[in-house]
T-cell receptor
Framework: GAGVSQTPSNKVTEKGKYVELRCDPI?????LYWYRQSLGQGPEFLIY????????DSGLPNDRFFAVRPEGSVSTLKIQRTERGDSAVYLC??????????????FGPGTRLTVL | DAKTTQPTSMDCAEGRAANLPCNHS???????VYWYRQIHSQGPQYIIH???NNETNEMASLIITEDRKSSTLILPHATLRDTAVYYC?????????????FGKGITLSVRP
């Protein structure tokens, strides 16, 4: 079946611009996560949605970063006034809601953001 | 979530077993050990997880020490396609949907 998809795969922008990154989770998955990964580092958690609401946004670095998931499916990560330090691969993951302690996260291929 | 410590890199010969160690000495009783891997230019992929018993699936085996302070991921017959960064993660049992806290992982290189 279809996995998590992310668009665009690559985004180049200029410092100060606004960008939107899109994530289409696996159909039926109620949990959705955003991570970002800098070169040579492991992914770093940004935000987690359960349905339409952000259940944990503790990883958002500052108020330039915002994410929405208005209908509980597709999510958009929005970055205002981009800075060169925002350059990274932005990863999205989804998982089904279960009652158990284990919940595998399925990752998309990521969006590579480059801020010039 | 407890912190994990992994070597930076290791290699093994194709067809041999790859044993990837991980230390998690501060793990608490309700925390699980997870392993994910990331092949170059792809998103991470779940491999296996465990609480205290050894686990095996079609991809790998997970051996957790009795005191739970360390574990080993075993790929029984490594192939070139297993070359990747492997992340050992300790995840709280407080919620089924809790975040994953990745470290730098260990880079496994499988040589022909």
């Amino acid at each position: 079946g279809a996995g998590v998809s992310q668009t665009p795969s690559n985004k180049v922008t200029e410092k100060g611009k606004y960008v939107e990154l899109r994530c289409d989770p696996i159909s039926g998955h109620t949990a959705l996560y955003w991570y970002r990964q800098s070169l040579g580092q492991g992914p770093e958690f940004l935000i987690y949605f359960q349905g339409t609401g952000a259940a944990d946004d503790s990883g958002l670095p500052n108020d330039r970063f915002f994410a929405v998931r208005p209908e509980g499916s597709v999510s958009t990560l929005k970055i205002q006034r981009t800075e060169r330090g925002d350059s990274a691969v932005y990863l999205c993951a989804s998982s089904p809601r279960t009652s158990g302690a284990h919940n595998e996260q399925f990752f998309g291929p990521g969006t590579r953001l480059t801020v010039l | 979530d407890a912190k994990t410590t992994q070597p930076t890199s290791m290699d093994c010969a194709e067809g041999r077993a790859a044993n990837l160690p991980c230390n998690h000495s501060t793990i608490s009783g309700n925390e699980y050990v997870y392993w994910y891997r990331q092949i170059h230019s792809q998103g991470p992929q779940y491999i296996i997880h465990g609480l205290k018993n050894n686990e095996t699936n079609e991809m790998a085996s997970l051996i957790i020490t009795e005191d739970r302070k360390s574990s080993t991921l075993i790929l029984p017959h490594a192939t070139l396609r297993d070359t990747a960064v492997y992340y050992c993660i300790v995840r709280g049992g407080s919620g089924a949907n809790s975040k994953l806290t990745f470290g730098k992982g260990i880079t496994l290189s499988v040589r022909p």
